[in-house]
Nanobody, 117 residues
Framework: QVQLVESGGGLVQAGGSLRLSCTASGRTSRIYTMAWFRQAPGKERESVGYIRWSGNTYLIDSVKGRFTISRNNAKNTMYLDLNSLKPEDTGVYYC???????????WGQGTQVTVSS
């Protein structure tokens, strides 16, 4: 089992910044990929990006250049730096993890990000 805990959400004005953290515990040695998802009010959950154990990262086009995903393997923690925030970035941000193959089996409880215009 893996437990994931997110932190760092909050209320910020458009153009502002936040840093989200996701700390894993439990069978962390099995984690290969960690990812961020978000769900806006009334919308389906969408992928924001991921980072593999190797350090390879991916971010969706709408956040490229504004968000940065990183990982400290020694601390079992993944980060999402959100810059130049827009109201459309508002939502609950979730982290998830998976092994080298398969699906995202473990999820955090989510952290709310609200961007005011």
């Amino acid at each position: 089992q893996v437990q994931l805990v997110e932190s760092g959400g909050g209320l910020v004005q458009a153009g502002g910044s936040l840093r989200l953290s996701c700390t894993a515990s439990g069978r962390t040695s099995r984690i290969y990929t960690m990812a961020w998802f978000r769900q806006a009010p009334g919308k389906e959950r969408e992928s924001v990006g991921y980072i593999r154990w190797s350090g390879n990262t991916y971010l969706i086009d709408s956040v490229k250049g504004r968000f940065t995903i990183s990982r400290n393997n020694a601390k079992n923690t993944m980060y999402l730096d959100l810059n130049s925030l827009k109201p459309e970035d508002t939502g609950v941000y979730y982290c998830a993890s998976k092994e080298a193959s398969g699906t995202y089996d473990y999820w955090g409880q989510g952290t709310q990000v609200t961007v005011s215009s």
